[in-house]
């Protein structure tokens, strides 16, 4: 593991698996020329928060391979502080992304037995060591290996237990477990989330009882999660915008009005905007907002985090009305 040595506690601490992500323009089986991406739902939200001003650590286990360095040298040039360590026997996970339709996206992924599934509880301990204000997890990292799953729920229950803001998107992933699978680890994992974070249709993946799930209306799910300890319990709606449970009652926001181009990564985008106005003092109401502009930023440029905005081009969207061209 290879920490940031001599530095403060970071704004925002993250792990996960990042992977090479080789995008097509059209359909797969017709073949035609790829672009290497970095993908990682948990890097995508480093990013996004490093760029609106905020210092940021991601943690995680990369391949001695070519895409290995690849994806560190894309964190390092977006100012993001690395914990990692490189396997020597595994690779680098890798995915396809087919953008099959205008409207369909479809991921292909080769990841089973990846350098990123062997992150530990040391690696993590090594992390949360060199401090943090913010801890951000998904459900994608406890469902690569038991190793994995052992490393976020023993990260969740340290950074809970040292006060730091726990934040847990459920961002479930169908094709590396089932829902019965998500809810079994992730129900109890929200116990310790200070901020659970997921789509309207995830929700019910962060309910302890198996009976209430898929049956319970959101208000009811999100009042459960607030009695457990949880202190915001945000939803994101896609296009119909987002909302935010609290003990104080539920806010919601409108999505900002853009041209689509590409989906993936809106949630994370969400997510780092969301945070960021969290780190800045922020209300409810900003944090959304914040959210709001990032997700919309998100949709309408190409790539997980490309075209995510600094701090000073939020105010681009937020001016928008029809499109403009600035002179």
């Known amino acids: 593991m290879t920490p940031a040595v001599g530095l403060p506690p970071v704004d925002l601490l993250t792990f996960g698996e990042s992977m090479v992500s080789l995008r097509s323009a059209g359909p797969l089986a017709s073949g035609g020329s790829l672009g ?17 001003g905020h210092r940021t650590a991601w943690a995680g286990v990369l391949g001695a391979d070519p895409h290995g360095e690849f994806i560190l ?9 690395l914990h990692h360590r490189v ?16 409207d369909v996206s ?22 949360l060591d060199a401090g943090a204000r913010v801890l951000h997890l998904t459900g994608i990292t406890p469902a690569l290996s038991p190793d994995a799953r052992l490393a976020v729920e023993h990260a969740a229950a340290r ?29 109890p994992l929200a116990r310790h989330a200070t901020i659970l974070i ?55 926001a409108a999505a900002v009005s853009v ?22 003092g922020g209300d409810v109401a900003g944090r959304l907002h914040r959210g709001a502009l990032m997700g919309a930023f998100a949709v309408s440029t190409a790539g997980d985090w490309e075209g995510l905005p600094t701090r000073a081009e939020l105010a681009l969207l937020e001016a928008m009305a029809g499109g403009t061209t600035q002179r």
């Open 259 to 280: 041209t689509g181009i590409d989906t993936v990564g809106a949630g994370d985008a969400f997510t780092a905007g969301y945070l960021s106005a969290l780190l800045d």
């Open 106 to 127: 479809r991921a292909f992924y080769y990841r089973a037995g990846s350098a990123g599934s062997t992150i530990s509880c040391d690696d993590v301990d090594q992390a």
């Open 36 to 52: 290497m991406h970095v993908a990682g739902a948990e890097s995508n939200v480093a990013i996004g928060v490093t760029r609106l």
């Open 87 to 102: 396997h020597p026997g595994c690779s680098t996970g890798v995915m396809f992304l087919e953008h099959r339709t205008a």
């Open 73 to 81: 040298k894309q964190l390092r040039g977006e100012g993001v502080h």
């Open 159 to 187: 950074g809970a237990r040292e006060g730091m803001v726990v934040s847990l998107d459920v961002n479930y992933r169908s094709k590396l477990w089932t829902r019965d699978q998500a809810r079994d680890v992730l129900a």
């Open 198 to 252: 997921a789509s309207d249709d995830e929700l019910d993946l962060a309910i302890p009882a198996p009976s209430a799930a898929g049956t319970a209306a959101e208000p009811a799910m999100a009042a459960q999660l607030l009695d457990l300890g949880v202190r915001e319990v945000v939803v994101k709606r896609g296009a119909a915008g987002a909302g935010v449970h609290t003990a104080d009652g539920n806010r919601e």
